[in-house]
């Protein structure tokens, strides 16, 4: 049986700042680089790590692959986060102002990633990893929080909101799983509030 831990990245710099991301590409915060020192003595024994290829997805992959000795990290640009269009780089109160109502209404702006595109491409990546692994073992892959909520929609779990360095176990024995929700960065990392910024 294969096991994969879907984890969503470390904090990111416009993860502090309320900025939305999708694919830019903005560094991890320095509580973020915390967050994936205390996952990687937190996150157990895995036999290979796999990682989206944006900045804050990889470094974090990094960091644990670096403390765990396992590796090298598989790289794979289809566990990118969703393209936001012309949310990106936006806050929820300038996604307000330019675009009025529409967060609440779920209507999304040009450039969104559709999400049928978004679960292909996930899905895609899934099979890589099975193929790959020969559909045994412990694998974690440090992705996103929109690639998490794809893969639960689509086995039947309602949208609940993930954090940094937290995931979701998947299962496979012949058909994909959903597993626990787990936790992967202490409760107490932390750093000084002056160091963020």
Known sequence: ML??????????VWNAA?????????????????????????????????????????HTATVISDATGVGPVLVDPRLRE??????????????????????????????????????GRTTEALDEILTHTGGSG????????GVIYAVEGHLGQSHARIDNLCGRWLHHDGRWR????????????SVDSQDIL
Do not use: K
């Open 82 to 119: 969703r393209h936001a269009g012309e949310y990106q780089g936006l806050t929820r109160d300038q996604i307000e102002e330019r675009f009025p109502g529409q967060l609440e209404a779920q209507v999304f702006p040009p450039g969104w990633e559709p999400a049928d595109q978004l679960l």
């Open 178 to 189: 959903l597993g626990d929700r787990v936790q992967l960065a202490p409760d107490n990392v």
């Open 138 to 145: 412990d694998v974690l892959a440090i992705t996103h929080g």
């Open 18 to 58: 309320g900025r939305w991301q999708g694919q830019a590409d903005p560094p991890l915060s320095d509580l973020g680089l915390a967050q994936a020192r205390g996952a990687a003595l937190e996150a157990g024994s895995f036999d290979a790590i796999v990682a989206s290829d944006l900045e804050r997805a990889l």
């Open 3 to 12: 096991n994969l831990l879907l984890a969503r990245h470390g904090q990111s």
